[in-house]
């Protein structure tokens, strides 16, 4: 079945990961500008185009297979990772997106969600955020605010929201990030560190529904004060913010919570703010970091919490299907194999 | 083989068949006791078959009614088709057991009863005022024969060194000691196998080959039986055989595939009884090209299959009833993205939990017709045991060659009963060999809904270049499987579709009759009621009555030559274990027709007497 | 209510019936606009029924073939059954709309077309190579008028400070103010409400209200038209109305159980296309006794309803067939522990994801027997828009009554059509009292499977002290409720439930037959196609025809008389929109019928006209 | 439908709970001794026996409700807290508990876990861990070790498996704890403390089923060894174990992490010690230790994680159905509610 072996990797552009088919997304969908940075992530990897297969479950964000020149899945709403279970473990050798909603993944298809971040199968999940149903028009979603009116929720939504991070941290997401729809450049970093991972890596992009969840992320998007809303978590480097990068995120160990502080004030020097870690085995700075967004007068942490390598779902599946061939004798033949066991023989 | 045995004061009777049933505790061994004898029996060359039937999953207490365990086995000279619907001999290891199966066992039959657990105790449990072996009726209707089995188990273990509870353990080895003597099979077979099942524990090897001893001794000096009974070896076809049950042959089935095919079987589902033995199996043969997935849910299993088969593996799932439920929306989903997946639906008691260890035949319609929206499907059913190989190797074979997901039905009768089962060699097997594409197929471009002259589509899969595609729920513009909207594209593919499985019928064999090509009654069945109504139509020839028998191996496409034969006869019944479902279908399918139908909802297969019964009613 | 209007210089023709589709781009607000010439004929009496008609979900780019959204309304001076065939009037929009309609239109139909839309940039996205409009052949094929309403509604709005895009978003309103003109509609009702639907931008209400009146004298002014026309008011029975779509009539129907039965309503489902209107009408209804809860997945949407059930509730779901899929399980639990719970299937184009904006029926045969093991329940069918209230009030009473699950089935076109509805007074609804358990029913024990003479089980709620008790899905003692493996209980507990759900024929009320008892030919629609079957069968008697109809609003059971009424007509024609599911299933019911079956699956109602032509072939 | 305001609410004793229909559980389970305790823990709240419900899915574990002489649901495999949702919103004042197990929950009835979770409706789960599925016999479950051999793993389990209260905690839930079956008067505790808590109470049992994985928790369970292996978490007091007490959990706060000390040695004193604290909103200490019973050379914490009282599920959505009946005017006619928007009369 590998007819990968000999493919060549061409030097791809953009334009060689666009089916051609012209989305058809609302104007002003944030689902555009995220296609975007794939496809400009995609050729740097240089996997060969045909290897590469996007899986999506149903929703606006669901359409994206249809939009890239690969092999893709649009199947069942919430049921993706399911389908991009499968491919990847009957052919390790793909590279297998899944592109879904916070309905999608976390409604309907919470369950393959969190039993995909347990498992570390070698999948790359992109859930685009704009918590709402955009495709049925507007009803609450599991990431919707508490007491958020909706088509379903004309008094207010009775639900607390998930918080989609601490929820791939808690199943034992081996990467977790985040990035939003409109800020290009980091999302790319985001998408290519996600490429990167070997293993279930979980992006959660905030993304703008202009037409059932307007202004959603206005907080974090607004060019004025997105400087002091955003935290941009970079590895090894100290958790630091606001216009002039002075503000930063302390860890108190009396109170062991999350504490905002400004450099040069009250004796703070930058040798007091926490410095990122990836790389970190236990999970719980991570999902630290990840609650902290839910907390209000803290910014919104955006980028990499987590990444962390351990063998993948793929890999061990593979390796026991190695170890069994190696300590098979010699091949058996159909009639070895049937004939396990007592048999006996009618002349 | 001749049935060797070591010689005897007793003449031996030769006997055409016998059926037993040992039943006991859930802790006494029965499945096993009812294996070693079929084994013994088939090495003996004759053909069994078999059916265990034990209580709920669930372990209940000791010694009462809800945990006996029975198997039954059907032991014959000529060809077996079933277990047999009453035993000529019971062995009754405690009191709840006899209480529960003595009704079943035939007048006059031998009813073999171990004595030594019929203790006050035990009798309350079974719910006896008095001790039943004490009540002369007893006597008067069977040949009872009581005997000590706990007192000489105690015995033949005497300062063995082991504790009681090992010496309890190794009382079912007397009862089968004693049957293996009383039809003539040679002790030391049994010898064998139990040192190869005791390989681990030498200790218990001893312990257990002493009391088969002891109670295969016990027959020939206690003066107890005044003649013991020989079979005849069956005159099956020759070649190499061994015993399987359903889930095992199924198992081996797709295994088969992935060895011939050379193709990476790909098996994703989720645990349910009575189905779960066919994924752990499969799951022992990594090194023959199979691949399995636990998925977290039944939908994830499919999903996984489907997920696989559109990368270009054989996918198979395995379910039952409940899962089958959950399978749903999937199974939608392959019928139009046109992906080739097996679904095996083993049948159990239903509806909703229903009844997870008793067999049912009551998914058909929903096998047929469960989906919503134009779904149609190939679905076909196996008939025996041993059936299950060749009927997954079919599915399989059609759902590649015809780009769509089969079911397969077969239920927990099959599951779990066993008979002989002649290995094939590589050549007697169906060859399947995917074509997945290779290169465009219209101008320079792939399209993945361009279809050949049968309506086949091509399949095209991840890591060929230039065949990049997009398969999915929405409706397909014919041609390109662009996402299209437009009505009269729509109709068109669900035409199209549904043409396509009609189109399988090319696949699809004509009807054998078992009987004259004419006659006052025909009898038409389907899956695991194969052997009972196979039997009864048998039987019924032989009084001298023009019976026939139809077994309905394909449920859609139906058999091109069955309308025809269904309206030669002036009377068509249709036995089913279930409410009707099939004699409703032939309705829908053949107007006109209009079989009687005959059904049981117990749990158990269909009764050979019962059926019999209902024909002479209805000539 | 007369049609009072304005005096007009020309002289107002009389007509029966107009049948207008409004098309454009969906950014041109064609439902709207359908929707209040709706409401202004409905208010001027005339009986009227609409078919709106939006491309998928996801809005498609401005300009584009796939982004055409259309409302086609019937309006008439008699009984109207359907939205019409062909319309009469086309007012289309931009040139992708008339691309993707202008077939449609009867030939020498009134066209009317937004000439100022007709841009070299928006012909090329309707595929246009050159201007249709110049094309003589279509002046010569229709009565084509062409109105610059771009044009005219920038110059009524020049000076009105609003943005480019704000001004264009009104000429809607001048294409309405145009037709409302045509068919004589007095222009102040209008007025009202524009200020009521834009009370809160009231320079957007005053804008509209400008543009609106701009298209009403430019048709009085301009030199193109020559006649207007009049629709006499019809003779509906005397009462107040309004006009409801399927979706909200359900959902009214649901809360007007929770108002007279003084019991909480509970609602527990999952949004999917085209049920979400239900849950979103009723989650409005807080204060009327109805609980809503928008469960993770459909699973637990039915889940909780049957959990609210257990617990007293009168308990609904809604979905459509993916979701529908999705609770097969559920069903079966809720037939096992028969459970009062009504779930209704809004059914769409299928399979899988399929057309979720089209409608279909092909759900029939999944509603019927898509459950594992022998599940039956009662099924019925909403036969128009207005119908769906009182298909949901029947549904709840025969389920509280029976303690069973009930489907009830309606489709994509019931859903979002339209129709008028007269206002019932309580005391035309049929009473729904569940009648709780409040004592121990057999020598002071409560038996949760004591059936009544009907064999319905009674119904006893967590909170009443001494009838703790449990259900669940393993098959249950006929009569305790406790866990059995019995296969004589099972058999009588499947053959129970099946029995009682037979008992429910005594609410089914005979079909009556629309024409002659006996005739050539006998229609037999079920579901939403019944206004189309209904006016064909008109036209066909109207024609001398001896053609009869009959609809069926229950499933299952099947009405008693159906059987001799199919017999009794040489010929049977059964039309769906489907592949054939009821014709099948009736042959299955009634053996010896066999009737002609007409399918139509592109998404859209059946045509009168190509009904009518199929009897004329078969007659 | 509150046919409940009447009933007293009589002095219970265990047998009042005791359905009459004998346990059908292997000998030696440990449900035995979970239902024993749930019975022994029932009678002190004093809620009327009528009012309370218990639901199951399906599994070994989920035959509880027969046993139980109250109202019950044993339903379908993994979707028991859909029903019980059902119930409590439908009727708030009944006390509802779900009993579940590893497979039923986390397996199949992952979504519905952490919905549960997220949700915070008043439902009491108590998921009986054997890690593994014991009525199928055998195959492995989501808790099941990492290659662990079993039935559908014969050569060992490919998958990570779930730490149930990290996933709990990840998904939001308010009230997470753990306990051993063996352990009665601890269990009957924290059953004690779930029942009390109002919102979601999620309890982790470690059950050992002697059939199909038998000693699963002989580590915990082992008399010998236990002092050092159980970490017993109460509120208020320091994470003191071991035999002579001596042994506690400090937090690094350099590393952020915690860290095994023996108070005396090293100057360490029990001030050093980490103080538990149920009652921390912020759950990221909660989550730390929930993650270091999976870290060796830890021992492993038993009672209550977090506790924590927020708006109840079935509360809010109670409060909205009253403001709109206390906002609605006087109770709407069915003809008034039906005549809603625009009408018109026919004479
Ligand atoms: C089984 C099933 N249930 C429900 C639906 C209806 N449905 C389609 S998409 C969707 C939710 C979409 O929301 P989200 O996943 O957030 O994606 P978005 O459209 O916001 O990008 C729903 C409820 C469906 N298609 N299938
Ligand atoms: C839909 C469905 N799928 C599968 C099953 C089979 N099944 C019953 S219980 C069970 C798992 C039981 O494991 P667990 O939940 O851990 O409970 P335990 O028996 O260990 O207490 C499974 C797979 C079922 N009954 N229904
Ligand atoms: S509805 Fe919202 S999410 Fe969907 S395409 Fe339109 S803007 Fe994007
Ligand atoms: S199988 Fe295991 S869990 Fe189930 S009852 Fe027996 S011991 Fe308990
Ligand atoms: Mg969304
Ligand atoms: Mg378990």
């Not at chain 2, 060749?390 to 099959?414: C, F, H, N, Q, S």
């Not at chain 2, 290169?439 to 050949?452: E, F, I, S, V």
């Amino acid at each position: 079945m590998s007819t990968t072996q000999d493919a060549p990797a061409p030097a791809y552009t953009k334009k060689d990961f666009e089916s051609g088919v012209d989305p058809r997304w609302c104007p002003g969908c944030g689902d555009y500008s995220i296609i975007n940075q794939v496809q400009r992530t995609l050729p740097a990897a240089g996997v060969p185009r045909e290897n590469i297969v996007f899986v999506s479950g149903i929703g606006c964000s669901s359409r994206f297979p249809y939009y890239m020149r690969n092999y893709g899945m649009h199947t069942i709403h919430g049921r993706a990772p399911s389908f991009a279970t499968g491919i990847k473990l009957s052919r390790p050798e793909l590279q297998v997106w899944v592109v879904t909603g916070d309905g999608d993944a976390l409604a309907i298809g919470g369950n393959h969600f969190i039993h995909a971040c347990r498992r570390n199968v070698d999948l790359k999940i992109l859930m685009f955020n704009n918590r709402i149903y955009g495709l049925t028009k507007g009803q609450v979603s599991p990431t919707s605010e508490f007491g958020k009116k909706t088509k379903t929720t004309p008094h207010g939504s009775p639900d607390y929201p998930f918080n989609p991070p601490a929820l791939a941290l808690g199943a034992g997401a081996t990467f977790v990030a985040r990035s939003i729809d409109v800020e290009g450049p980091h999302l790319g970093g985001v998408l290519k560190a996600a490429q990167d991972h070997e293993g279930t890596a979980f992006v959660e992009v905030f993304q703008n529904c202009p037409v059932f969840n307007d202004g959603a992320y206005e907080f974090l998007a607004d060019k004025a004060s997105k400087a002091d809303t955003q935290l941009r978590m970079e590895h090894g480097k100290p958790l630091l913010f606001g216009k002039d990068g002075k503000k930063g995120i302390r860890f108190n160990p009396r109170t062991v919570t999350l504490e905002v502080v400004t450099v040069g004030e009250g004796g703070i020097t930058e040798a007091d703010i926490l410095v990122h870690d990836v790389q970190r085995e236990d999970p719980t700075l991570a999902f630290m970091l990840a609650n902290m967004g839910a907390t209000p007068g803290f910014p919104t942490p955006i980028g990499v919490f987590r990444d962390v390598r351990l063998p993948t779902g793929d890999e061990i599946t593979w390796n026991l299907i190695d170890q069994a061939k190696a300590a098979a004798k010699k091949p058996a033949s159909l009639t070895e194999f049937l004939s396990q066991g007592e048999t006996w023989t009618v002349k | 083989m001749a049935t060797q045995t070591t010689p005897s004061r007793l003449k031996v009777a030769e006997v055409e068949a016998v059926t037993i049933r040992f039943v006991g505790d859930s802790g006494d061994g029965m499945q096993l006791t009812g294996a070693e004898f079929t084994r013994a029996s088939a090495l003996a060359g004759n053909d069994v078959a078999t059916f265990p039937d034990f209580p709920a999953e669930i372990r209940a207490p000791a010694g009462s009614l809800a945990g006996v365990s029975g198997f039954q086995v059907n032991v014959g000279a000529k060809d077996v088709h079933t277990p047999g619907d009453t035993p000529d001999v019971l062995v009754a290891m405690n009191p709840a057991a006899l209480k529960t199966n003595l009704a079943d066992l035939k007048p006059g039959g031998l009813l073999l009863v171990n004595t030594g657990a019929f203790t006050p105790g035990n009798l309350e449990k079974a719910g006896y005022a008095a001790n039943p072996l004490e009540d002369p009726s007893l006597r008067s209707k069977y040949r009872l024969i009581g005997v000590d089995m706990n007192g000489l188990t105690d015995a033949a273990l005497a300062g063995s060194g082991l504790s009681a509870k090992e010496v309890a353990r190794c009382k079912n080895y007397f009862a089968l000691g004693l049957l293996q003597w009383l039809y003539s099979r040679p002790a030391d077979q049994e010898a064998e196998s139990i040192r190869r099942k005791f390989a681990k524990k030498p200790e218990l090897a001893a312990a257990n080959l002493k009391v088969f001893e002891a109670g295969y001794s016990y027959g020939e000096t206690s003066e107890i039986f005044f003649e013991r009974y020989a079979i005849p070896a069956t005159k099956l076809a020759p070649g190499t055989y061994r015993t399987v049950t359903g889930n095992h042959a199924a198992a081996l089935g797709f295994a088969a595939v992935a060895k011939t095919s050379g193709k990476q079987v790909f098996f994703g589902g989720y645990p349910i009884t009575p189905s779960t033995e066919i994924v752990q199996e499969l799951s022992k043969w990594k090194e023959h090209g199979v691949v399995t997935f636990q998925a977290e849910d039944e939908i994830a299993g499919i999903g996984s299959a489907i997920g696989a088969a559109y990368a270009g593996a054989l996918a198979v799932t395995a379910t039952s009833g409940p899962g089958l439920a959950l399978k749903v929306e999937m199974m939608g989903l392959a019928v139009i993205a046109e992906l080739p997946i097996v679904i095996v639906d083993v049948q159990r008691g239903g509806p909703s939990t229903g009844m997870p260890t008793k067999t049912e035949q009551a998914d058909l319609l929903m096998a047929l017709f469960g989906r919503h929206g134009e779904a149609p499907m190939p679905v076909l059913a196996a008939q025996s045991p041993a059936d299950c190989f060749w009927g997954a190797i079919e599915a399989m074979r059609i759902a590649v060659k015809w780009m769509t997901p089969v079911l397969l039905l077969t239920d927990g009768y099959l599951a779990n009963g066993s008979e002989p089962f002649r290995i094939p060699d590589a050549s007697e097997l169906p060859k399947i060999e995917p074509r997945y594409a290779t290169a465009p197929n219209r101008d320079g471009k792939y399209m993945p809904y361009l279809r050949d002259e049968k309506l086949v589509r091509p399949w095209a899969i991840p890591g060929t270049p230039g065949l990049e595609h997009r398969v999915g729920g929405l409706e397909k513009d014919s041609l390109t499987g662009m996402v299209s909207y437009d009505g009269a594209n729509h109709e068109l593919m669900v035409r199209t579709r549904a043409q396509k499985i009609r189109n399988v019928i090319e696949d699809v064999p004509d009807v054998a009759i078992d009987g004259p090509e004419q006659g006052d009654v025909l009898l038409v069945s389907w899956g695991g009621t194969y052997g009972s109504v196979r039997t009864a139509a048998e039987r019924l020839r032989a009084e001298g009555k023009a019976v026939s028998h139809v077994h309905l191996r394909w449920l859609n496409p139906l058999p091109k030559n069955l309308g025809a034969i269904l309206r030669r006869f002036p009377k068509v019944l249709v036995p089913e274990v279930n409410d009707g479902q099939l004699a409703f279908y032939l309705r829908g399918m053949f107007p006109g027709v209009d079989p009687v139908s005959h059904t049981r909802i117990n749990g158990k297969p269909l009764r050979v007497s019962e059926l019999v019964e209902k024909v002479h009613q209805i000539l």
